[in-house]
């Protein structure tokens, strides 16, 4: 299928699933902004893609909309690349300021899930019903619960453009983290998606993944996925230690020792936390060795006995 056109305002820095996407929009004032920075994993690329997009140009605004690990680890090295905080500023999702004011590293995401961040500062939280300016456009940011209770889209009704973060992707959506923690929030995820349906959008651009206009199709293929998680929540629990465990994987090029990797597994509060949940009668390091087969099964990861590596 050809990529949607979109405002000629407005640019995707297409990454992969380690790092979200960014969203850059040239401003009629000939500075920028940029929706959500990938994971500090790839900062250095990340300010260097960016250069060659702007051309010289300021950047001015760096908007979130979640702050989870790859949608604002290079939040900090683009803020210092662009004149610090004087000259560039971080907005991020109004629930999440006083967070990340204090870098509360408990109430972000970021401990819990043993994934790394780089400390910055927010001058603004961005309300949902709001208006962001970005590409010259005013774009509505909406609420979207379900994978992260404070997480926000960004709409342009004008061009029918929305960008989901990881409330909706071509298919699927992420993980609803909160279903982890005990948290109702499948029924949230279900609203964000009708939010999604009656708002229209002509063309999605995701967190992760190229930007698509079958938006219909993605919604269908969305309910079904939650309907069969809200049937089955184990099944969701399983679904998000895999993509914890891969996530983990993807940051290392190279292969892991087994018990290394075992530890990892076991250090990371959040999992800790699911198998006590979900399978209390499981042992820990059972969990790791079920997840790391479904894993390869899957192709998504190589395990020799003493390695593993991440795969496809
Ligand atoms: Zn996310």
């Known amino acids: 299928m050809p990529q949607p056109t979109l405002p000629p305002t407005l640019a ?9 996407n960014s ?50 680890g ?5 803020q210092a690349a662009h004149g610090g905080p004087q000259a560039c500023a971080i907005e991020v999702p109004a629930g999440e300021l006083d967070a ?7 109430a972000l995401s970021f401990r819990a899930t043993a994934q790394r961040a780089a400390a910055f500062r927010a001058v603004r939280g961005i309300a949902a019903g709001s208006t962001v300016l970005l590409g010259a456009r005013p774009w509505q940011a909406h609420a979207a619960p379900g994978h992260d209770p404070h997480a926000l889209m960004l ?8 960008i989901s973060g990881d409330a909706l992707w071509q298919d699927g959506f992420g993980v609803i983290f909160p279903e982890l923690r005990g948290e109702p929030a499948f029924g949230a995820q279900r609203d964000t998606l009708q939010r ?42 399983r679904h998000g230690v895999r993509v914890l465990l891969k996530f983990h994987l993807m940051q290392h090029a190279e292969a892991l020792p087994r018990a290394a990797l075992r530890q990892w597994f076991a250090d990371a509060p959040l999992l800790a936390e699911v198998a006590r949940r979900f399978w209390p009668q499981q042992a820990l390091p059972a969990l790791f060795d079920d997840t ?4 390869c099964r899957a192709g998504a990861a190589r395990d020799d006995g003493l390695s593993v590596a991440n795969a496809g």
């Open 12 to 20: 995707v820095l297409e990454r992969g699933w380690l790092s979200a």
């Open 23 to 72: 969203v850059v929009g040239f401003e009629a004032d000939g500075s920028a902004t940029v929706v959500d920075t990938g994971y500090v994993q790839h900062a250095p690329q990340t300010v260097a893609l960016l250069a060659e997009l702007l051309q010289g140009r300021a950047l001015r605004r760096i908007v979130n909309t979640h702050l989870h690990s790859d949608h604002c």
């Open 74 to 78: 290079g939040n900090a090295a683009l």
């Open 100 to 106: 990340v004011n204090a870098w509360d590293e408990d």
């Open 155 to 162: 709409f342009d009704p004008a061009s029918g453009v929305l």
């Open 196 to 237: 999604i349906a009656a708002l229209r959008p002509r063309c999605v651009i995701p967190g992760h993944g190229a930007a698509f206009s079958d938006v219909d199709a993605a919604l269908q293929r969305a309910r079904q996925r939650l309907d069969a998680f809200v049937a089955d929540p184990l099944r969701h629990a």
């Open 292 to 295: 790391l087969d479904a894993l």
